[in-house]
């Protein structure tokens, strides 16, 4: 399983006002079991004290190059080699400047150049210096030479102004963290469309029916084939849990809006899944003006949803390939297998629902995959994450 425990990752922190940020990052890092080296350029050690990032980190962090030769271990030869991820958050115009032309001047850029583990830059600056062609001639220049970037995102900036130039959100670098160490692109050129999350079906303009989905099973899945090179598409209802940074979300909140989203782009995609809890039934006629509190009982007439997952496997082209979702209380094998050959998927995911490892809401799940003409797979107390790997691995034995 694609893990962050037991990687080592360079967070390399440059001189933006972003870079008290580091301390959050470097945290965020160190509870994913990171082992985090962190370095500090001169201009960052104004900003930042090597001291909070030490005792995040629980390592020496390194501000220059030179004091080093006594302590091979932190050279930057020696880290260089052993880093999977060199991360620079926040990056700014100047250390993106140096990378694009090989410039090695101080410990950071020059382990920049000795290292051959994936690079990925978070800038954070002024919209004028992230805007100026000097600066995005270099971006392009380490896109070409297979760099990643996450961010920058925009909003109010440290300087007063509102623009591009934020330092993208800490989830956001993580999510691209974990892709950018995932080397193995075996999906890559693949485009992936997710349902995911619940739905909300209005009663009256203020209350809903809805469900426990969290949408933690589609994010993982997201997460998973972005990490894999696939372009990623979600549909999702009103989740718990965001997509993750690089996919194209569409927000809806009822099962209509989810159908009609789907196909209307589902034509773009080479795998649908549909891992949405979607509502069965909608509220017939709900009311336009919310309903007064009395004495009286209150009758909901519920009407079918249309089955989203059953409109794509009819719409879809022949090497298009559909996978479902089954949550049941009973008979979840039995109905599974039904399901998967009626609807004619190329897959399905039974969730037993009920225990400790209900799968609606959880972190966690008992599953069983059902691929046609083979024995169903069981998977005992999976992290959702396990079960979206072996999910996409079962998808490349497919073709
Ligand atoms: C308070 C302050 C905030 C700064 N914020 C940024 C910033 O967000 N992005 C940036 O590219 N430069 C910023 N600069 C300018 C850089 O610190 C300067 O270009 C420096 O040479 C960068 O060195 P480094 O890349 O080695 O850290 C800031 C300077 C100051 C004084």
């Given at each position: ?6 990687k080592n990752v360079l ?24 082992r985090?080296d ?30 080093l030769?006594?302590?091979p271990e932190q050279g930057h030869i020696a880290v260089a080699q052993r880093v999977h991820l060199c ?23 020059t382990t920049l150049l000795a290292t051959r583990a994936p690079l ?280």
């Amino acid at each position: 399983m694609l893990s962050f425990a037991e990687k080592n990752v360079l967070l390399g922190v440059c001189g933006s006002i972003a870079a008290y940020k580091a301390c959050e990052l470097a945290s965020r890092l160190r509870e994913q079991g990171v082992r985090v080296d962190c370095a500090l350029t001169a201009s960052a050690r104004h900003l930042v004290q090597p001291a909070a990032l030490e005792a995040i980190t629980g390592t020496p962090v390194i501000t220059d190059m030179f004091p080093l030769i006594t302590n091979p271990e932190q050279g930057h030869i020696a880290v260089a080699q052993r880093v999977h991820l060199c991360l620079v958050a926040p990056a700014t115009a100047n250390i993106l400047a140096k990378a694009a032309c090989g410039i090695a001047d101080d410990w950071l850029s020059t382990t920049l150049l000795a290292t051959r583990a994936p690079l990925l830059f978070a800038p954070a600056m002024n919209t004028n210096m992230y805007t100026h062609p000097a600066t995005q001639a270099n971006i392009s220049v380490l896109l070409e030479r297979g760099a990643a970037f996450v961010g920058p995102a925009s909003g109010r900036l440290a300087c007063g102004t509102e623009g591009a130039g934020r330092l993208a959100d800490i989830p956001d670098i993580l999510d691209a963290a974990f892709c950018a160490l995932h080397q193995d692109k075996d999906f890559s050129g693949k485009r992936i469309l997710i349902t995911s999350g619940p739905n909300h079906e209005p009663i009256d303009p203020v209350r809903f029916i809805g469900n426990r989905s969290s949408g933690k099973m589609g994010r993982a899945l997201a997460l998973e084939a972005l990490c894999r090179g696939a372009e990623v598409g979600m549909i999702t209802g009103p989740a718990q849990v965001s997509p993750p940074y690089g996919v194209k979300a569409i927000q809806v909140n009822t099962a209509d809006e989810m159908y009609d989203a789907v196909l209307s782009c589902m034509n773009e995609y080479d795998v649908i899944i549909g891992a949405a809890a979607v509502a069965d039934y909608k509220i017939e006629r709900p009311e336009t003006s919310k309903i007064k509190r009395g004495t009286d009982h209150i009758l909901l007439r519920l009407t079918p949803n249309r089955d989203i997952i059953a409109a794509v496997a009819d719409a879809k082209r022949p090497e298009q390939r559909v996978v479902g979702f089954a949550a049941e209380s009973e008979d979840l094998l039995l109905k599974a297998a039904h399901k998967l050959r009626q609807k004619r998927l190329d897959m399905i995911i039974a969730n037993t629902i009920g225990g400790e490892d209900c799968a609606i809401g959880a972190d966690h799940a008992d599953a069983y995959i059902l691929v046609p003409g083979q024995e169903p797979e069981k998977l005992e107390h999976a992290e959702k994450s396990r079960l979206a790997k072996i999910i996409f691995d079962r998808l490349l034995a497919l073709d």
